[in-house]
């Protein structure tokens, strides 16, 4: 079992940043990928971005050029630095980790005004 603590979110206004961490503990034997998906009201929980154990990211086309993904494998620990946030950001972010089992993280609420 692998248990996930997201931090970070907040409110902030059009083109500021927030920074995101997410603290993986507890025992999976697998190589794991992390990552951040988010959920809007009324929208489908969706990819953010994610990272695997050796560096390889991903990101959505909605967030390239934004946000930056990176990962510490000592501390177990992903995060998400985001930068000219907008009010589409606006949504849970939801850690996850992923061998061939998955497992979320409570989520944490990002909001941005307008």
């Known amino acids: 079992q692998v248990q996930l603590v997201e931090s970070g979110g907040g409110l902030v206004q059009t083109g500021g940043s927030l920074r995101l961490s997410c603290v993986a503990s507890?025992?999976?034997?697998?190589?794991?990928?992390m990552g951040w998906y988010r959920q809007a009201p009324g929208k489908q929980r969706e990819l953010v971005a994610k990272?695997?154990?050796?560096?390889?990211?991903h990101y959505a086309d909605s967030v390239k050029g934004r946000f930056t993904i990176s990962r510490d494998n000592a501390k177990n620990t992903v995060y998400l630095q985001m930068n000219s946030l907008k009010p589409e950001d606006t949504a849970v972010y939801y850690c996850?980790?992923?061998?061939?089992?998955?497992?979320w993280g409570q989520g944490t609420q990002v909001t941005v005004s307008s």
């Open positions: 507890g025992s999976d034997s697998g190589v794991a990928v």
């Open positions: 990272i695997s154990s050796g560096g390889q990211m």
């Open positions: 996850n980790y992923a061998t061939i089992w998955i497992y």
